[in-house]
């Protein structure tokens, strides 16, 4: 059975002296000696502390690239040109960043569906749910400044395609955008600003994050099996036993990761952006990066002609138009997620006792990966359809599936406790054919 | 932790004990080795980058300096002086005696060709730029060049002969492509 004793080194007297004063020592063992943890986490619970390890690289070696990089119109993609071929080591400390941005998404995006399949959104977790949201819209606006900066064709033209979003809005549309952009267009003092802000955002994301653990120490993680922790022996301390499994979990992230570094560097990129800006010609073909296509999709899905025409026939005047009812709908994709907790008020969290919720669970991933799919598609054709459908799925899965499936669906009967089904005497009666005991614990 | 393990299984400890000692140790060694590598290019990127290092070199044509005049070139960042020194000068230079000099060097270990005198220009006090290369400009006691930030005095050699500064001017890696061009670094 697991052990949850203070370390050793809290007796030393140096360590003493400075508790005392500062009760760092007494908080470290507190919230990784003595924190308890579902013994059952399986290798999904990797990736949140995995996408902390990925913001540490990629804060460490921006901060490097702001090193050498020249936050102006003119210099600016000569700078990162630079990097590539001047700066010691240059190439990869930069090849390090844009793949780890990829890498960044790829872990929160499974980091999300993990705790959209197990139902970690759940109460008491509400909150904590909340706060993840707000750090994805976090790095979507710092990831898209961050593209931004080495001023190719896909940076400029994608910071015009996504300011002029912002004209979509009533009445100070064009007001705002003109903000953002300090000029008439995107031009250096958008570019000077989005770098300052790129530098400044992954340090709010980190008292985010902060927040983020706080409140997932409050009631500790949630479990493949989704029902709370009833005992000593359902849990096991996270030192050393999850250390040491995020670790392992770790360097496979890494493998993979300098595979792309060393064998693939621009495999997520577009090779447009080694084109220098140019604000009199735009790419023939315009796509976000990867992990905005779903977004990029549904904004492009709403018709042209649909909510307008049908807005104006009832208000008599225009007060939504295409362009807006698209802005609202990729904005609402994520907004969606906020009300979240409160769209799927099924008292079970884990999809495993969840026989229908699991099967739409998957349809909604296989809707998220075509949207991704379409993004990436011209919209021209049968992708347009397509794009409808599954953003129209998009929302029925969240507005119209979960809340129903949690009046509707019978689920199967939850286990005793965590431990119960291996131990077969976790909390009270044991029953059925789960209650065998295990050889091993 | 061992020491638990120990106690609850005192037939295997010992084994036990080094195995898991032996394992701690080989992960650790390992872990420092790749630290090590992953913080080398993070040190070496704030060294000089290729293309600075590609401007390291410069070369001067010194066929319009005429005898008595000094020029001021920029290398690497820092000034240059490139003088044609007079007779007179030469000669002062290789009068001093070692018992005079703060950092005691003979004249003719300075240059390369008595008349030509090469000098990085940044006195090796505190790294301010010593006046005496433009006309007009104080020479200090020793006709040579005047550090205005904290008094130094060079002579004609370039070397500190009064003042706080500890080591003669550096004299930079040069040579002379032709007898008209000199090549510095």
Redesign the interface.
């Known amino acids: 059975m697991a ?1 949850f004793q203070k370390p050793a080194w809290l007796d030393n007297s140096l360590v003493r002296w400075v508790d005392h004063r500062l009760p760092i020592f007494t908080f470290m063992s507190h919230e990784l000696y003595e924190y308890p943890t579902p013994r059952n986490l399986n290798y999904w619970w990797n990736f949140g502390s995995l996408a902390g390890i990925v913001l540490v690289i990629m804060i ?1 070696t921006g901060i ?1 690239l702001a ?2 990089y020249t936050p102006h119109t003119e210099l600016a993609f000569d700078s990162v040109e ?1 990097i590539m ?6 190439w ?2 930069r090849y390090v960043h844009m793949n780890g941005g990829s890498a960044f998404f790829i872990v929160v995006y499974i980091h999300i569906f993990r705790g959209m399949y197990f139902g970690s959104y759940k109460s008491p977790r509400e909150i904590l749910w909340i706060l993840g949201v707000v750090i994805l819209l976090l790095m979507m606006a710092t990831a898209f400044m961050g593209y931004v900066l080495p001023w190719g064709q896909m940076s400029f033209w994608g910071a015009t395609v996504i300011t002029n979003l912002f004209s979509a809005i009533p009445l100070v549309g064009d007001w705002v955008v003109t903000l953002l952009w300090g000029g008439f267009a995107v031009d250096n003092p958008t570019l000077n600003r989005f770098f300052s802000l790129h530098y400044l955002m992954p340090f709010v994301l980190v008292g985010v994050i902060v927040l983020h653990i706080w409140a997932l120490h409050a009631h500790g993680s949630n479990n493949p099996v989704g029902i709370d922790t009833k005992g000593e022996q359902d849990v096991i301390p996270f030192h ?1 036993y999850y250390t040491v499994k995020d670790m392992f979990g770790l360097g496979v992230f890494l493998i993979l990761f300098a595979g792309f570094i060393f064998f693939a560097p621009n495999f997520f990129g577009e090779p447009d952006n080694y084109i220098p800006a140019n604000s009199l010609s735009t790419p023939a073909h315009i796509v976000p990066e990867w992990y905005f296509l779903p977004f990029y999709a549904i904004l492009r899905a709403v018709p042209a002609n649909f909510i307008g025409e049908w807005t104006t026939a009832w208000m008599g005047f225009i007060l939504i138009e295409a362009k807006l009812a698209g802005v609202l709908a990729m904005f609402g994709s994520i907004a969606v997620l906020f009300v979240l907790p409160w769209l799927d008020r099924s008292p079970v969290r884990s999809s495993r006792f969840r026989p229908m919720y699991k099967w739409f669970f998957w349809i909604f991933l296989i809707d998220c990966l075509v949207l991704g799919y379409i993004g990436a598609k011209p919209a021209e054709g049968i992708f347009i359809m397509i794009g409808r459908v599954a953003t129209a799925w998009y929302f029925l899965h969240f507005i119209a599936v979960i809340p129903l499936l949690a009046k509707f669906e019978k689920t199967k009967e939850l286990p005793k406790s965590i431990s119960e089904p291996v131990l077969g005497s976790g909390g009270g009666g044991a029953t059925g054919a789960s209650a065998k005991p295990m050889e091993k614990a | ?1 061992a020491d ?1 393990e120990g106690a609850a299984a005192p037939e295997h400890s010992h084994e036990g004990e080094t195995r898991r000692d032996f394992l701690q140790l080989a992960t650790g060694a390992f872990g420092a080795v790749g630290v090590a590598a992953v913080a ?3 040190i ?4 000089p ?4 290092l590609a401007l390291a070199t410069i070369e001067i044509d010194i066929s319009k300096i005429e005898i008595g005049q000094a020029i001021k070139v920029k290398w690497r960042g820092k000034p240059v002086f490139i003088r044609h020194r007079t007779k007179a000068e030469i000669d002062a230079a290789k009068a001093v005696k070692a018992g005079d000099m703060i950092d005691p060097q003979d004249d003719s270990a300075r240059v390369k060709k008595p008349e030509w005198l090469v000098l990085v220009g940044v006195c090796t006090h505190l790294g301010c730029i010593p006046l005496g290369t433009s006309r007009g400009e104080t020479k200090g006691d020793f006709s040579g060049w005047f550090c205005p930030c904290h008094g130094s005095h060079y002579d004609t050699s370039g070397r500190i002969r009064k003042g706080p500064a500890p080591r003669n001017l550096e004299v930079p890696e040069y040579s002379f492509v032709s007898d008209t061009v000199v090549k510095i670094g």
């Open positions: 052990q460490v490097t090193m050498h630079r071929r001047d700066v010691n080591y240059g990869l400390i050393p | 932790m638990t080398w290019p993070f070496q990127q704030m060294n980058a290729a293309d600075t």
